[in-house]
């Protein structure tokens, strides 16, 4: 299960993944972006572990942020592979 916690300041979000960490989970920041946002300075800072979400929300409960259970994965697009093998002059081209 993913649990991430949404918080304004990137300091908190770093200190939440500390303490989070030191509790022996894993755990991640980065900027996340709401759907339809547009202003680069105002994306959250989102904290991604595996600790339970009883745990993050008692960390992240004095940032003044808020958690999401069951986060889905982040998206990532599918490759772009070719149908079959590439011929060059009736030879294989190595990709």
Partial sequence: MTVRAFLDDPDQARAVAEHL???GF???VRRDRFAGEDDDENHPWV??????AVLVEVAVE????W???NA???AVPPLDLPDG???VK????PE
């Fill in 90 to 93: 009736g030879h294989f081209r």
């Fill in 67 to 69: 958690v999401e259970e």
């Fill in 26 to 28: 894993a755990a991640e």
């Fill in 72 to 74: 889905p994965a982040p």
């Fill in 47 to 52: 904290v991604t572990t595996d600790a339970p």
């Fill in 85 to 87: 093998p590439r011929r």
């Fill in 62 to 65: 004095e940032h003044d942020g």
């Fill in 21 to 23: 960490r030191a509790a």
